[in-house]
């Protein structure tokens, strides 16, 4: 390895405020009061119909104490449903409302608008280096090419 691992944490420490900013102005949409956890949370959503608090807990790397919270907000706002399982009513499952999946829809309809009228200025290899990036780091950390969403 050419660069050692504390090069990796100096560019990420030094530069995640920067991308945590521009990508929190891409998906930003007046009137959907979420935080970037509960958009993290419908994301998650937004790729399993049905999933346990448990399990989604576990996917988010939160406390389930956490994760009530976060689907709490969700659930007032109108995002997401909660249920209990009729063959055991101790474990909780939750789902994205249709309101939630229109909510992510426009949210990613902002974001094509935003990142189109951002890249439009680049010339098209600096466009293709980062689709290369962000490949490799979605690549990297666990995303599956075959997967839909």
């Known amino acids: 390895m050419s660069k050692s691992v504390s090069e990796m944490v100096d560019i990420i420490f030094l530069y995640y405020p920067r991308v945590r900013k521009a990508f929190r102005n891409l998906v930003s949409i007046k009137d959907v009061p979420i935080s970037m956890t509960q958009l993290t949370c419908l994301n998650a959503l937004d790729k399993n119909e049905t999933i346990t608090m448990s399990e989604l807990a576990d996917e988010l790397n939160m406390?389930?104490?956490q994760l009530t919270k976060v689907v709490d907000g969700l659930v007032e706002f109108g995002m997401a449903e909660?249920?209990?399982?009729?063959?055991n009513r101790r474990k909780i499952y939750v789902r994205m409302s249709e309101h939630g999946r229109n909510t992510v829809a426009s949210l990613k309809r902002?974001?094509?608008?935003k990142l189109t009228f951002v890249l439009h200025?680049?010339?098209?290899e600096?466009?293709?280096?980062?689709?290369?990036?962000i490949e490799t780091l979605a690549?990297?950390?666990g995303h599956d090419k075959g997967e839909d969403k």
């Not at 909660?82 to 063959?87: G, L, Q």
């Not at 200025?121 to 098209?124: I, L, S, Y």
């Not at 600096?126 to 990036?133: I, S």
């Open 139 to 141: 690549t990297f950390f």
């Open 82 to 87: 909660r249920f209990i399982a009729p063959s």
């Open 110 to 113: 902002e974001v094509d608008r």
């Open 63 to 65: 406390s389930n104490q």
């Open 126 to 133: 600096e466009v293709d280096k980062l689709y290369d990036a």
């Open 121 to 124: 200025k680049k010339p098209q």
